[in-house]
């Protein structure tokens, strides 16, 4: 974990569309939850719940400051649908720093373009940007580290299980919810493949077929939507 992200809030009196008020004095309006208490109205300054959401995403823990002092997970940012870094509302989720949460945290490749693959014109294509894990609050890691050095030529990758966690910290496994089978050996999240090592020229033929099935996936669509606006106006001219 990097330095602790504090946030000051005063508890929020303004409420329904009065809050409209609280935005034009450059206060962003917000609300704590947890387990155990009662939703609490907040306040604080829009500058600094920038700052908060940016140095923290929904991955790291924020020490709330101020009306209570609790430590709390970013669950929800509403931005301005229009006004580019405008938040018009934060949902904070208290948690206990006894107790473990679970985060989505970013992947990070290291080690790009040191591997033998890269130096020799193969391309290393990342597969999956964040994942789930569990921990106590202040143990979360700012994200997963995963080596790429090692990639050598076409067609080796790494997975989650390349990657050295943290002391305390675990990836969360999910049920697929397919149990046909018992005995056979469920896949882990461990398994996932992090990062693929591509020949450029196979690579755009994957890029060119995935674009290609885009593109007649959207002919179809358009197809079916004349058909069905055809059908609905013979309809119309039969009644």
């Not at 931005?79 to 720093?97: E, Q």
């Not at 107790?99 to 373009?113: D, I, M, S, T, Y």
């Not at 290393?124 to 997963?144: G, N, R, S």
């Amino acid at each position: 974990m990097g330095e602790k992200i504090s946030l000051k809030i005063d508890e929020r009196t303004v409420h329904g569309k009065k809050v409209k008020s609280l935005r034009q004095q450059g206060i962003t309006p917000g609300v704590v939850y947890g387990h155990g208490m009662e939703p609490l109205a907040v306040q604080a300054e829009a500058g600094e719940v920038r700052r908060v959401v940016t140095a923290a995403g929904k991955h790291t823990p924020v020490n709330l400051t101020g009306a209570k002092r609790r430590i709390a997970m970013i669950k929800d940012v509403e931005w301005h649908p229009t006004k580019g870094g405008v938040i018009r509302h934060i949902s904070l989720h208290a948690v206990k720093a006894d107790e473990p949460v679970v985060a989505e945290v970013p992947v990070h490749l290291v080690g790009v373009g040191e591997s033998a693959a890269e130096k020799a014109g193969l391309v290393v294509l990342q597969a999956i940007d964040k994942i789930e894990v569990k921990a106590l609050p202040m143990d979360l890691p700012d994200a997963i580290e995963i080596d790429i050095t090692a990639l050598a030529e076409a067609g080796d990758k790494v997975t989650l299980g390349d990657a050295k966690l943290p002391e305390n910290v675990e990836f969360v496994e999910h049920d697929s919810g397919h149990h046909d089978d018992e005995e056979e050996e469920k896949p882990s999240v461990t398994d996932l493949v992090v990062a693929n090592v591509y020949e450029p020229a196979a690579l755009e033929a994957k890029n060119e077929a995935a674009a290609g099935d885009a593109e007649a996936e959207s002919e179809v669509a358009v197809e079916g939507e004349v058909e069905e606006a055809t059908a609905e106006g013979s309809a119309a001219k039969t009644e």
